[in-house]
């Protein structure tokens, strides 16, 4: 595997993205609106809360958050499960599996040019907007420089996530029950719909163990500097979370994929 | 020449004729069935976990009680049953429409639009109607809301009202495909909009509050047909004529849907 | 309505695509790029088609033939000129349309994918509001036609992709329609099906006088069914005449092989009008040994390819 391949799978995912050239545009509106919800559901439960104040988030804090964490959840996702159910049920999956290199790095890498693109499109530009609105809320300093290592660990945490999940179509076809589990999770327990802070504390603190917080929550409280990231060791902490788990779902990954992929050759599913 | 027949009693018979077919083959699927029951079960799960960690911090939104604010819940998950039911094959309107197999549809002496829809039946809508309904009658007996057989009927002709516009939504969501490429986003995001139909309207203000009720209503979803009930004594305007203004949004929604199939051009094939 | 089951007269129909550029710099150009262009898919075609006729409906990939068929079938509008099906004009009547005609899109299965295959008949004879004789009447047919027990009770999805074409055949005719549209009904399949199916068409059409279009790369389907080919290139209709016709205006082409003394074979074609075909023989002969002869009619497939060339216009 030469970086050049790579480097071709990664602008080929960049001119297929650029393509929906529509598509990108309305998908930026539609994040529009879906913010304008979030911002008058937070303004109006904060006005009824009586404190500016809640478990250490103002509602301002909370905004960058949730606004962030969309633009994450947008340059973040994938469709790797409807994907691979797609290309099971068409038998297109035969020729994935032939290329000349391995399917995990495929796939990873082929989605790299849509990252790049909606990291671009996305979430550079929310990003400059909350700067705008907040006047400079966010602190620019070396968080950004650690908010952008969490942020390729979250991908990879995320990558893993999806292959793991992927990887159970080879077993059934149900592709839309498996899915919508894997998105509920995700979306409730890794702080994107819900700021973790506002967890009850028993509950929040085994979320705070779990994979899903490394993809959202991680990220975020790094750059807004929440969470002891502000310290060092909280920021080791955060980050040698994310490692572990990188590391722990990179190997499930792996092996599950390579088991379930030998499985279904031998059996001419 | 005598074949022009085609009235309401037909399409009918046709319905559910395929509906049978439909569910008789999905019993040979169990595995598929249970595993989207689960996930089924578990957003709702999730839904309704997100409620309780906002009630948990905030007592009230926007004037609103814990109770009145799951009565709305409830009214909003059984009304969005019948799109999770009926409705269903919109998602896979786009797939179709990029691969060219749309054009299956038109070759038939009947509404494209019915053909296309009656295709998928989707039980698991079902269990969602169960656990809303459950959650409904909890709420009403909290509040101390009168039963009695006009109350029913009226809670039921609000209940269609509602859905019909979450059905508007979605139609209106999924037939962008047939214009602009790659708007699948569109779908997935007003999916999303659909969470925030269980807060009170009341919450936005200005030129959004017009948006959320006439350009995207989901200010229909639960708020206004639901306070027919709720506050019997002080029915805004819009809550009595929304009935006939769902109809209206589910006319237009099916206009344009069918608009994009005479626009298509079936370059796809 | 006489006799016509299809009459196209100067029909023509344009696209608009947008001008793609390369490369990645033409990708983010493209965003926001409002350069179209025209593509004229169909470019005044005449054509009548006189009712059970059976028809050869040919041309190269993106001729314009599957356009035009979508323009039979009322799914596009035509940009200019008159189109009429069984006397209706199909885009703006597409369901009235459709009660008159089936059609059968290659490798899409119309079928409900889950049902079996008498499911889907079922509800195809609700839908058509086919009555209960003619119904029955009709798989009687096809019984006598060909062998349907083992797939009328298969769902559409475990069916070989032989069968499903089978199937798919079966339903485009349940209705009786007057005209059935077949794109490339045999693709993919093996000679011993490409013959059940070829002669199921030909058996329906002879038993329901039912007009058919055929669209077709096989010339073994054009040869099997077709007495009269249309074939159009670049939107245009470029011959419109008997299958004799166009093997006798080519009747003086031969394919000359001769084996020779290394047990190779060498093929010529010849034109016989204006080459003697003794004198190659012994131009040959001269200069090296000729072991075999053999002399070969050509073959429709040779002659569309002539055409495709542009030897017949």
Same mark, same amino acid.
């Given at each position: 595997?030469?970086?050049?391949?790579?480097?071709?799978?990664?602008?080929?995912?960049?001119?297929?993205?650029?393509?929906?050239?529509?598509?990108?545009?309305?998908?930026?509106?539609?994040?529009?609106?879906?913010?304008?919800?979030?911002?008058?559901?937070?303004?109006?439960?904060?006005?009824?809360?009586?404190?500016?104040?809640?478990?250490?988030?103002?509602?301002?804090?909370?905004?960058?958050?949730?606004?962030?964490?969309?633009?994450?959840?947008?340059?973040?996702?994938?469709?790797?499960?409807?994907?691979?159910?797609?290309?099971?049920?068409?038998?297109?999956?035969?020729?994935?599996?032939?290329?000349?290199?391995?399917?995990?790095?495929?796939?990873?890498?082929?989605?790299?040019?849509?990252?790049?693109?909606?990291?671009?499109?996305?979430?550079?530009?929310?990003?400059?907007?909350?700067?705008?609105?907040?006047?400079?809320?966010?602190?620019?300093?070396?968080?950004?420089?650690?908010?952008?290592?969490?942020?390729?660990?979250?991908?990879?945490?995320?990558?893993?996530?999806?292959?793991?999940?992927?990887?159970?179509?080879?077993?059934?076809?149900?592709?839309?029950?498996?899915?919508?589990?894997?998105?509920?999770?995700?979306?409730?327990?890794?702080?994107?719909?819900?700021?973790?802070?506002?967890?009850?504390?028993?509950?929040?603190?085994?979320?705070?163990?779990?994979?899903?917080?490394?993809?959202?929550?991680?990220?975020?409280?790094?750059?807004?500097?929440?969470?002891?990231?502000?310290?060092?060791?909280?920021?080791?902490?955060?980050?040698?979370?994310?490692?572990?788990?990188?590391?722990?779902?990179?190997?499930?990954?792996?092996?599950?994929?390579?088991?379930?992929?030998?499985?279904?050759?031998?059996?001419?599913? | 020449?005598?074949?022009?027949?085609?009235?309401?009693?037909?399409?009918?018979?046709?319905?559910?004729?395929?509906?049978?077919?439909?569910?008789?083959?999905?019993?040979?699927?169990?595995?598929?069935?249970?595993?989207?029951?689960?996930?089924?079960?578990?957003?709702?799960?999730?839904?309704?976990?997100?409620?309780?960690?906002?009630?948990?911090?905030?007592?009230?939104?926007?004037?609103?009680?814990?109770?009145?604010?799951?009565?709305?819940?409830?009214?909003?998950?059984?009304?969005?049953?019948?799109?999770?039911?009926?409705?269903?094959?919109?998602?896979?309107?786009?797939?179709?429409?990029?691969?060219?197999?749309?054009?299956?549809?038109?070759?038939?002496?009947?509404?494209?639009?019915?053909?296309?829809?009656?295709?998928?039946?989707?039980?698991?809508?079902?269990?969602?109607?169960?656990?809303?309904?459950?959650? +409904?009658?909890?709420?009403? @007996?909290?509040?101390? &809301?009168?039963?009695?057989? /006009?109350?029913?009927?009226? $809670?039921?002709? #609000? %209940?269609?009202?509602?859905?019909?516009?979450?059905?508007?939504?979605?139609?209106?969501?999924?037939?962008?495909?047939?214009?602009?490429?790659?708007?699948?986003?569109?779908?997935?995001?007003?999916?999303?909009?659909?969470?925030?139909?269980?807060?009170?309207?009341?919450?936005?203000?200005?030129?959004?509050?017009?948006?959320?009720?006439?350009?995207?209503?989901?200010?229909?979803?639960?708020?206004?047909?639901?306070?027919? +009930?709720?506050?019997?004594? @002080?029915?805004?305007? &819009?809550?009595?004529?929304? /009935?006939?203004?769902?109809? $209206?949004?589910? #006319? %237009?929604?099916?206009?344009?849907?069918?608009?994009?199939?005479?626009?298509?051009?079936?370059?796809?094939? | 309505?006489?006799?016509?089951?299809?009459?196209?007269?100067?029909?023509?129909?344009?696209?608009?695509?947008?001008?793609?550029?390369?490369?990645?710099?033409?990708?983010?150009?493209?965003?926001?790029?409002?350069?179209?262009?025209?593509?004229?898919?169909?470019?005044?075609?005449?054509?009548?088609?006189?009712?059970?006729?059976?028809?050869?409906?040919?041309?190269?990939?993106?001729?314009?033939?599957?356009?035009?068929?979508?323009?039979?079938?009322?799914?596009?509008?035509?940009?200019?000129?008159?189109?009429?099906?069984?006397?209706?004009?199909?885009?703006?009547?597409?369901?009235?349309?459709?009660?008159?005609?089936?059609?059968?899109?290659?490798?899409?299965?119309?079928?409900?994918?889950?049902?079996?295959?008498?499911?889907?008949?079922?509800?195809?004879?609700?839908?058509?509001?086919?009555?209960?004789?003619?119904?029955?009447?009709?798989?009687?047919?096809?019984?006598?036609?060909?062998?349907?027990?083992?797939?009328?009770?298969?769902?559409?999805?475990?069916?070989?992709?032989?069968?499903?074409?089978?199937?798919?055949?079966?339903?485009?005719?349940?209705?009786?329609?007057?005209?059935?549209?077949?794109?490339?009904?045999?693709?993919?399949?093996?000679?011993?099906?490409?013959?059940?199916?070829?002669?199921?068409?030909?058996?329906?059409?002879?038993?329901?006088?039912?007009?058919?279009?055929?669209?077709?790369?096989?010339?073994?389907?054009?040869?099997?069914?077709?007495?009269?080919?249309?074939?159009?290139?670049?939107?245009?209709?470029?011959?419109?005449?008997?299958?004799?016709?166009?093997?006798?205006?080519?009747?003086?082409?031969?394919?000359?092989?001769?084996?020779?003394?290394?047990?190779?074979?060498?093929?010529?074609?010849?034109?016989?009008?204006?080459?003697?075909?003794?004198?190659?023989?012994?131009?040959?002969?001269?200069?090296?040994?000729?072991?075999?002869?053999?002399?070969?009619?050509?073959?429709?497939?040779?002659?569309?390819?002539?055409?495709?060339?542009?030897?017949?216009?």
């Amino acid at each position: 595997m030469t970086p050049r391949k790579l480097i071709a799978l990664t602008r080929a995912g960049i001119m297929e993205s650029l393509q929906f050239r529509l598509g990108t545009f309305v998908t930026l509106f539609a994040n529009l609106i879906y913010l304008v919800l979030v911002y008058y559901l937070w303004k109006a439960i904060y006005a009824s809360s009586g404190t500016d104040v809640v478990n250490g988030m103002t509602f301002n804090d909370t905004m960058i958050y949730l606004i962030l964490a969309t633009a994450l959840f947008n340059f973040l996702e994938m469709f790797i499960v409807w994907d691979m159910s797609r290309s099971i049920q068409s038998g297109k999956i035969i020729l994935d599996l032939l290329k000349p290199m391995t399917f995990r790095k495929y796939t990873f890498w082929s989605y790299s040019g849509s990252h790049v693109v909606s990291f671009v499109l996305t979430f550079i530009p929310t990003f400059v907007v909350v700067m705008i609105v907040t006047k400079g809320a966010i602190h620019m300093g070396l968080n950004l420089l650690w908010f952008a290592i969490a942020t390729v660990l979250a991908l990879i945490i995320n990558f893993n996530i999806e292959m793991i999940v992927a990887t159970i179509c080879l077993y059934t076809e149900s592709t839309w029950g498996i899915n919508i589990v894997k998105e509920t999770i995700v979306l409730l327990l890794s702080g994107a719909s819900i700021p973790l802070a506002f967890f009850p504390d028993k509950l929040g603190t085994v979320v705070r163990y779990l994979p899903f917080r490394a993809v959202y929550d991680t990220p975020l409280s790094i750059l807004l500097e929440k969470n002891g990231s502000d310290t060092i060791s909280g920021l080791l902490s955060l980050f040698g979370m994310q490692l572990i788990w990188v590391v722990v779902l990179t190997i499930a990954g792996t092996l599950f994929w390579n088991h379930s992929v030998r499985k279904i050759t031998v059996n001419g599913g | 020449m005598e074949k022009n027949k085609r009235g309401l009693g037909f399409y009918l018979r046709i319905y559910r004729k395929v509906l049978v077919q439909d569910l008789k083959s999905k019993m040979s699927y169990r595995a598929d069935f249970v595993i989207s029951t689960i996930g089924m079960i578990m957003t709702n799960l999730a839904g309704f976990i997100t409620f309780l960690i906002l009630f948990g911090k905030f007592p009230s939104i926007n004037g609103w009680d814990y109770h009145h604010m799951l009565f709305l819940y409830a009214f909003s998950l059984i009304a969005l049953t019948p799109v999770q039911c009926f409705f269903d094959n919109n998602w896979n309107l786009r797939f179709m429409v990029q691969s060219g197999d749309f054009i299956k549809y038109c070759f038939r002496p009947i509404n494209v639009f019915f053909y296309f829809i009656s295709e998928v039946f989707d039980v698991k809508g079902l269990g969602q109607l169960a656990f809303g309904v459950g959650t +409904l009658v909890y709420a009403w @007996n909290k509040i101390g &809301l009168v039963v009695s057989v /006009p109350i029913i009927l009226k $809670l039921l002709l #609000y %209940l269609l009202t509602a859905s019909l516009f979450m059905i508007a939504i979605m139609n209106a969501a999924a037939a962008t495909c047939f214009w602009i490429q790659g708007s699948g986003y569109v779908m997935v995001i007003m999916f999303r909009f659909k969470d925030f139909a269980k807060y009170p309207a009341s919450i936005f203000s200005g030129i959004f509050r017009v948006i959320f009720t006439f350009v995207i209503p989901i200010a229909f979803v639960a708020y206004y047909p639901s306070l027919v +009930l709720l506050d019997p004594g @002080n029915v805004p305007l &819009l809550s009595w004529i929304s /009935p006939a203004l769902g109809i $209206l949004f589910f #006319y %237009l929604s099916y206009k344009f849907w069918m608009l994009g199939v005479r626009r298509y051009d079936f370059t796809g094939s | 309505m006489g006799n016509e089951a299809i009459v196209m007269k100067d029909l023509c129909k344009d696209f608009k695509v947008l001008n793609r550029h390369e490369g990645l710099k033409g990708s983010i150009r493209d965003l926001f790029s409002r350069d179209y262009k025209t593509v004229s898919a169909v470019r005044n075609v005449d054509l009548t088609v006189n009712k059970g006729e059976m028809i050869g409906y040919l041309g190269p990939n993106g001729a314009g033939k599957s356009t035009t068929i979508k323009m039979m079938t009322g799914v596009l509008e035509p940009t200019s000129g008159e189109i009429l099906v069984n006397g209706v004009v199909p885009y703006i009547n597409r369901k009235k349309n459709c009660e008159n005609i089936g059609v059968v899109f290659g490798q899409r299965s119309q079928l409900w994918w889950s049902l079996p295959l008498i499911e889907s008949f079922k509800l195809l004879r609700d839908i058509y509001m086919v009555s209960e004789k003619d119904y029955q009447d009709m798989l009687e047919l096809y019984r006598s036609l060909v062998d349907i027990e083992p797939i009328l009770h298969k769902p559409v999805r475990q069916m070989s992709l032989g069968q499903r074409t089978l199937s798919d055949i079966l339903a485009a005719f349940l209705h009786n329609p007057d005209i059935v549209f077949l794109d490339e009904p045999t693709i993919g399949l093996d000679v011993s099906m490409k013959a059940k199916i070829r002669s199921l068409i030909a058996g329906l059409n002879e038993q329901k006088n039912t007009t058919v279009i055929l669209t077709t790369h096989d010339m073994g389907d054009v040869d099997a069914l077709c007495k009269r080919i249309v074939i159009i290139d670049k939107g245009q209709k470029i011959y419109d005449n008997d299958i004799e016709h166009l093997k006798s205006y080519f009747g003086s082409y031969r394919t000359l092989r001769l084996k020779l003394d290394d047990d190779t074979w060498e093929e010529t074609l010849i034109d016989e009008s204006k080459t003697d075909i003794m004198e190659v023989i012994n131009r040959a002969d001269r200069q090296k040994k000729i072991r075999d002869i053999e002399l070969i009619e050509i073959s429709t497939e040779e002659v569309i390819k002539k055409i495709y060339e542009g030897e017949a216009s």
